[in-house]
């Protein structure tokens, strides 16, 4: 079992830059895929990016492709959420999420292919 904790979040103004936090509990942090969403106020929570168990693959919505990137340091059980260049539509509370299984890299895409959800962290960015 994995217990996933995300911190960072914060208010800040269009065009600045913020980091996210994931840390996880367990040791076996490196056998799961790890994952963003956001859910913004009305809306339905959504997929924000990727990354493979190993940190070699990752992958992003269009909306946040070139803005957000996803890292991960096994050794220290984290995933890094570095977002750029923000907007404020990308004003949500995001959720770090762990995926298990041979497809994972792909199942983690919707919710129903997440294990493992943080409790969220809200980013607010002003305009």
């Known amino acids: 079992q994995v217990q996933l904790v995300e911190s960072g979040g914060g208010l800040v103004q269009a065009g600045a830059s913020l980091k996210l936090s994931c840390s996880a509990s367990g040791r076996t942090f490196s056998a799961y895929t790890m994952g963003w969403f956001r859910q913004a106020p009305g809306k339905e929570r959504e997929f924000v990016g990727a990354i493979s168990s190993l940190g070699v693959n990752t992958d992003y919505v269009d909306s946040v492709k070139g803005r957000f990137t996803i890292s991960r340091d096994n050794a220290k059980n984290t995933m890094i959420l570095q977002m750029n260049s923000l907007k404020p539509e990308d004003t949500a509370v995001y959720y770090c999420?762990?995926?298990?299984?041979?497809?994972?890299?792909?199942?983690?895409?919707?919710?129903?292919?997440?294990?493992?959800w943080g409790p969220g962290t809200l980013v607010t960015v002003s305009s």
């Open positions: 999420a762990a995926a298990s299984g041979v497809n994972s890299y792909s199942t983690i895409k919707s919710i129903s292919g997440v294990n493992y």
